[in-house]
């Protein structure tokens, strides 16, 4: 919807009426602007007017905050006893569909802080869980995401995300930063990478903090598979420069930590921390269906807070790791909204109840796999010869940019058969004369030595282009 800035009373309470209508009678400010196409500022404005002059109620504080009007102003409509209520809404905005637990839940936690009960962490939520016997997901869902999302073939792990890493890279840093309250949008977002430009302020750091963790994942998944010590290292990446005490990067916290806006007080006992930390790992490490794992460490890593911050950041990169063991598509939580991610956590964290994460799981998952399959097939089919050498390529690669080996002694360390030798060469050479700062991350370089490499003129690289210039005429010239 265009932006509106005529918005007025008579507009925002028949947006009320409309939202309520369609079943979501508690809504947030988010949804009135999409609904008005107004901005949030005036959103705001109009809504304090309302609530002072009594002509709608409010409930809930900060991101739990949500509007209705007043009982009497609320549209009845009649419904026979014999006629069943729907059991999903979709909200006016666009977004999941809401089951019927969903919407109950969203009504109790919408209940003013002080109309809630204070609880803390249940170990039960995770002891009772049995891998592959029992679900978070509903086991039919879980089975159809994964069909839906598989990459088909046996390729090696990591495969699927590495062929759409650069659009997954700004999808998934931008989409967890903006549940963080990230200003920068996704444009900038994609120039800041682009550029290579060094942060300047925190937000810059969190969203490059973001892309490093992804990198690192692609590359160390493969190889380490799920564990704690990857979970560590990955918090360690994200909060790299945001927290003010290193020691605390990858470290199970022994500091309280408060979350605003709800009444679930986090377990303050380190031992309870890093027993059910690696307890969640261990569960997850065993199950076999990638979308149940993906699920099950996202609520799971985000319930037990075991970080002194970050927690949120680290159960959503952590929850495409399973997806990436198992060439499914990852997921990256764009078009999430902020206020349905809050109430889905809150949902988790005050009730153990997953009805909202798995609608909105099932819904963001659905959106990711559609997109990344776009991304996939606009690149062409997978190319085995790539996926055979992976790892022999980024030793070459790393050899000539970091080392300034030649091509040829960098290729001769590796053992190549005979026959594959040449197109191994030729493969190299292409590579390292279309190596940038924006896309040197999947070779595991640094943009710094990446622009250094460049700005002496791509040594070795030049040496390669001439060469398959000459190989082209049927004069064959051996690379220095």
Same mark, same amino acid.
């Given at each position: 919807m265009p932006y509106d800035n005529r918005l007025n009373i008579d507009v925002l309470l028949e947006a009320f009426t409309d939202l309520a209508t369609a079943g979501s009678e508690f809504v947030s400010s988010s949804q009135l602007v999409d609904a008005t196409g107004s901005s949030l500022p005036a959103v705001k404005r109009m809504l304090s007017r309302l609530v002072a002059e009594g002509k709608i109620v409010v409930t809930g504080r900060a991101r739990a905050t949500r509007y209705r009007?007043?009982?009497?102003?609320?549209?009845?409509?009649?419904v026979q006893v014999a006629t069943k209520l729907p059991s999903t809404v979709t909200p006016a905005r666009g977004g999941p569909r809401w089951s019927t637990e969903s919407l109950k839940l969203q009504e109790q936690l919408t209940l003013p802080l002080a109309a809630r009960a204070?609880?803390?962490?249940?170990?039960?939520?995770?002891?009772?869980?049995?891998? @592959?016997?029992?679900?978070? %997901?509903? =086991?039919? /869902?879980?089975?159809?995401?994964?069909? !839906?999302?598989?990459?088909?073939?046996?390729?090696?792990?990591?495969?699927?995300?590495?062929?759409?890493?650069?659009?997954?890279?700004?999808d998934l840093s931008w989409s967890s930063s903006h549940l963080e309250g990230n200003r920068y949008t996704l444009l900038d977002t994609e120039e800041?990478?682009?550029?290579?430009?060094?942060?300047?302020?925190?937000?810059?750091?969190?969203?490059?903090n973001h892309k490093a963790s992804i990198e690192f994942l692609v590359d160390a998944v493969p190889v380490q598979g799920l564990?704690?010590?990857?979970?560590? @290292?990955?918090?360690?990446? %994200?909060? =790299?420069? /945001?927290?003010?005490?290193?020691?605390? !990067?990858g470290a199970i916290r022994e500091k309280v930590v408060n979350i605003s806006g709800t009444t679930y007080i986090p377990s303050q006992v380190p031992a309870v921390l890093q027993e059910m930390f690696e307890h969640i790992i261990f569960k997850a490490q065993h199950i076999k269906n990638p979308l149940e794992a993906a699920f099950f460490l996202w609520?799971?890593?985000?319930?037990?807070?075991?970080?002194?911050?970050?927690?949120?950041?680290?159960?959503?990169?952590?929850a495409n790791i399973?997806?990436?063991?198992?060439?499914q598509a990852p997921l990256s939580f764009l078009d999430v909204n902020r206020e349905d991610y809050a109430l889905a956590m809150m949902g988790v964290y005050e009730a153990c109840d997953v009805s909202m994460a798995v609608d909105l799981f099932d819904w963001t998952y659905r959106r990711s796999q559609t997109k990344y399959k776009v991304v996939s097939e606009s690149l062409g089919s997978l190319d085995l010869f790539r996926v055979k050498y992976r790892e022999a390529l980024n030793e070459a690669v790393g050899k000539v940019?970091?080392?300034?080996?030649?091509?040829?002694?960098?290729m001769a360390a590796l053992g190549l058969p005979d026959e594959d030798a040449s197109k191994f060469e030729q493969l190299l050479a292409q590579e390292l004369n279309v190596l940038a700062v924006f896309n040197c991350a999947r070779y595991r370089l640094g943009m710094q030595e990446t622009q250094a490499w460049i700005g002496e003129g791509r040594p070795s690289a030049c040496v390669a282009e001439k060469s398959l210039l000459l190989d082209n005429n049927n004069e064959r010239h051996p690379l220095l």
């Open positions: 009007l007043p009982a009497t102003d609320v549209p009845v409509v009649e204070p609880v803390t962490y249940r170990r039960e939520f995770v002891d009772d869980y049995k891998p @592959n016997e029992t679900f978070l %997901l509903p =086991r039919e /869902l879980a089975h159809e995401l994964v069909a !839906l999302g598989r990459l088909p073939g046996q390729l090696p792990a990591g495969t699927y995300v590495r062929k759409v890493l650069e659009q997954l890279l700004i800041l990478f682009k550029s290579g430009a060094v942060a300047t302020d925190s937000d810059a750091v969190m969203l490059l564990s704690t010590s990857l979970i560590r @290292n990955l918090h360690a990446i %994200l909060m =790299r420069d /945001l927290l003010a005490d290193v020691a605390s !990067l609520v799971n890593l985000a319930y037990l807070q075991p970080f002194e911050d970050g927690n949120k950041r680290v159960s959503r990169i952590a399973p997806l990436m063991l198992y060439n940019v970091r080392s300034r080996q030649p091509m040829a002694d960098a």
